[in-house]
């Protein structure tokens, strides 16, 4: 059976533009993705939100992971606030494992973004998450959190963001979802 240490944000201090935050929406896409992952014969382990990013990594890495999948959104720099739209999944470049899962999974929400155009899979070599954990990383930017038509689109999608991503999983597995 194939294992995912599943990490969403722990950023609770991130709010989303039409209320909430970044942690509370990221959580309820987990929530949401453990009945396709259980039906899916995928085994989980979701991160503890009290140990932040490091303890993420950490646990991740305190045992054996076939994936390590980050859920978050993003937020634009002060001077774009607002203005841009879009999903990055970041991968390893040193990893080409990691990037077929992003491209998988970027290419995948093409199919339910509205914008498909702007769904990308993004090498990054700073995020902790994906180029220091063990277990094969993607972390999931899911649009952005202070753009009101992302958000918006981020809320009212959460259980077909979820199966989009464990769909994602199986693709990457190789298994029926």
Known sequence: MPSVFLSPSTQEHNYYVNGGTEEYYANLIADAMVPYLRASGITYVRNDPERGAAGAIADSNAAYYDVHLALHSNAAPPQLAGKLRGIDIYFSPTSAESERLATIIAN?????????????????????????????????????????QDAAWIR??????????????????????
């Open 108 to 148: 995948n929400f093409k199919s339910i973004y509205p914008l498909p155009d702007k769904s990308t899979a993004r090498p990054t070599t700073t995020l902790g998450e994906v180029v220091r954990t063990r277990a094969v990383a993607a972390f999931c930017e899911i649009g952005y959190h202070d753009n009101p």
């Open 156 to 177: 009212g999608n959460l259980t077909p963001i979820a199966a989009n991503l464990v769909q994602s999983l199986c693709d990457y597995f190789g298994i029926p979802f």
